[in-house]
Each structure stands twice: as C-alpha cells, then as structure tokens.
C-alpha cells in the first residue's frame, strides 16, 4: 500500500476544511503519515487522528519553522525517507509550493503545483497560463509531490477522534540566510479564510477606499473580502485580501465581483469559483464574460440593497 504523507503547516486549534480535504484525499490514495513542522494542540491532534492517521512526524528540532522553507523542506525530505511515502500532499499556499519545490529538489522528485483533480494512477488535472488552459500531468519519479488546491476535493466524514502517535526524527538544518527573529498574530476579522470561504465578495478599483458595502454583503452571507490588485496596492485592504496571478487562488460556491473590471490576472485566481456575480458599471466590462450573472449598475446601490434583502429573507 502506498504511504501518503500529508504536510500540515501551522497547526491551529482544529482542523480547517482545506486540511480535512487533503487528508481525506490522501486517504483515498493509501496509507496517510502526517508532518507537522509546528507544534499541534490535543483537539487538532485528535482531528489528525479522525482520519485515520497513526503517526506524525516531528522535527526533533524546533528551529525548523525559523528558518522559514528551507528549514521545513529539509523535514519533509527528512519524513520522507522515515516513512518510506511514494506521494507527499501540501497545501496550495505560496510558502507550501516553495517547500514542494525545495523538495522536489532535495528528493529528485517531480512536483505538480495546483492540482484541482486526481485519478487513482496519480494523474493530476490542473490549469495553467492564468487559467488560459486545463492540463493533465503525471510525475514520473518514485516521489510525487503534489499541492492541492481548496475546494477541489471533497472532507469525508471523520471517524471518532484518536490520538495519533509522535515520531520525533532529527533534521539537518540548511545554512539559511533568514532567520525568522518574532512573529505577530494577525487581527481576527471574524470572517472566514479568504482559500476556504464558500462565499466571496470581492472589490476593486471601483471601491474608491470604501469597502464597507461589501463587508456587510460578505457578513450577511457568512463570507470573506477578497479584492483585486489594484484596490491592494491603493492600501484600501491588506495585501493578503488579493486575489489572482499573484494573490490567492479562490474556488468558493459564489463568487461576487464588484468594481473589478476582471482583468486576466484576476480571472487566474477566481475563475474556478462555482457561481460568479458581476457587479460594474460599464456594460462592455470583461468580467461580464466570465459571470454567470452579470448587473449593470453603481455597486454602492446594487450591493446595499442586495445586503437588505438577504437580511430581510433570513438567507
Ligand atoms: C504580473 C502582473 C500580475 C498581476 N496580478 C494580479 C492579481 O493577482 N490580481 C489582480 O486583481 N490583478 C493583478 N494584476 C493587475 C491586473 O492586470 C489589473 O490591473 C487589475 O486586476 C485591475 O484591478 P481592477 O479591476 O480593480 O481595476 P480596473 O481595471 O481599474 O477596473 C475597475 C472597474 O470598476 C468599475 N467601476 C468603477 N466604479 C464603479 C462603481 N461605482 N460601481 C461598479 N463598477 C465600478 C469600472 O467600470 C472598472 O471596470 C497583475 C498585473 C500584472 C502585470
């Protein structure tokens, strides 16, 4: 049976969906073998263990998330050769894709970044070009490193919680040229994680700096903030709030676009979201060639009243 290990970088208090689906999805593949470059609580732990999961690796080491990527993919080789794994699952953030590429150099691996879909035989569905095109690939070494995308795979049901057991292995730190001297804890927004929203609501330009029509459409909804390029760069919303070609990759269950003209870097990051709204004033926007619904209109009109008729309906 082929040994998964499945990488989860920073441990919260329990396990997010984007981590249940790569367990889930690891499990559907063989044996998972989790590693865990941060220290876990006993509830996110137990949550591992619902998925079957017997074993986590530890670095013996806590410099290892000090030294940022190349400290962590010096562990995962390290995991790798422990477990013997034929296929290594990360998540699709920037930092794991770095880590599966310093990996991939380390292990003499192939890596498949932004994998959507995986058949039995390892054969990995992702799109490519900003989205312009849908590519099927398979690596072709012993190791696979692939990164998944959210809301791509399905959470199964976890069984009860159990704890797994910790396997400490030793870690030859790589001379690194960063070191990471403190850490601060972002402000909680309340609002779900931009990767795992099932609802967005994004802004751009069209915003003009006021983003709170949005913030109250996305609360009515349970959703996140997301925004274009140009309404980060203007400092109207944190730089992590970008989606797109140099931002985040979002596949939500709606996706509402308000003031975004819908430019090809934006449509790489959002233009596998299930249902898009448009929301613009000029009639010939691009975006309304990849919205299913399309409203011609003042976003500072539209999505106020949009806000009150949720509400009012109790959606
Ligand atoms: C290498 C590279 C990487 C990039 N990466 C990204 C990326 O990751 N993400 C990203 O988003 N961009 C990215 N960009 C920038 C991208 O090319 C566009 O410049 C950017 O997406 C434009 O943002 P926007 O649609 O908000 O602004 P604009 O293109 O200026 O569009 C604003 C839209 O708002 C509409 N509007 C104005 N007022 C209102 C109103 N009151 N009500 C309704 N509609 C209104 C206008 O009609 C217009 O369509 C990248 C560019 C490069 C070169």
């Known amino acids: ?3 998964v290990l499945v990488f989860l970088d920073h441990p919260g208090a329990s396990l997010a969906k984007s981590e249940r689906e790569i367990l889930s999805l690891g499990a559907s593949l063989g044996e998972v073998v989790v590693a865990l470059a941060d220290e876990a609580g006993p509830a996110y732990l137990d949550g591992v263990g619902s998925y079957g999961v017997r074993e986590y690796y530890r670095p013996e080491t806590a410099a290892v998330s000090e030294v940022l ?6 562990f995962l080789a390290a995991a790798v050769r422990a477990s013997g794994a034929g296929v290594v699952l990360l998540g699709n953030a920037y930092e794991s894709k770095e880590i599966a ?3 991939g150099v380390r292990l003499e691996a192939g890596v498949i970044t932004d994998v959507v879909a995986l058949d039995s035989d390892l054969t990995a569905t992702k799109s490519d070009f900003a989205g312009s095109y849908t590519v099927e690939c398979r690596v072709t070494t012993d190791v696979s490193i692939l990164t998944v995308k959210p809301n791509s795979f399905e959470a199964v049901e976890a069984g009860p919680p159990s704890s797994p057991r910790e396997v400490p292995i030793p870690v030859e730190l790589p001379l690194a040229a960063a070191r990471v001297t403190g850490r601060v804890d972002k ?3 309340g609002r779900p994680d931009l990767s795992e929203a099932r609802v967005i609501v994004a802004g751009g330009r069209g915003v003009n700096g006021n983003f709170g029509p949005l913030e109250e459409l996305a609360d009515a909804l349970g959703g996140a903030v997301g925004a274009s390029r140009a309404a980060t760069d203007a400092g ?3 730089h992590s709030a970008q989606i797109g070609q140099t931002g985040k990759t979002v596949s939500p269950q709606l996706y509402i676009s308000a003031g975004i003209s819908g430019a090809i870097q934006q449509k790489a990051g959002m233009q596998t979201s299930k249902v898009i709204v448009a929301i613009n004033k000029d009639a010939d926007s691009p975006v309304f060639e990849i919205a299913d619904f399309g409203i011609v209109g003042d976003l500072f009109t539209v999505l106020p009243q949009a806000t009150d008729e ?3 309906r109790g959606l």
């Open 236 to 238: 109207w919303i944190e």
């Open 310 to 312: 949720i509400r009012k």
């Open 1 to 3: 049976m082929t040994t």
């Open 101 to 103: 590429a310093r990996l």
């Open 187 to 189: 402000p909680v927004s």
């Open 69 to 74: 990527v190349a400290g962590k993919a010096a």
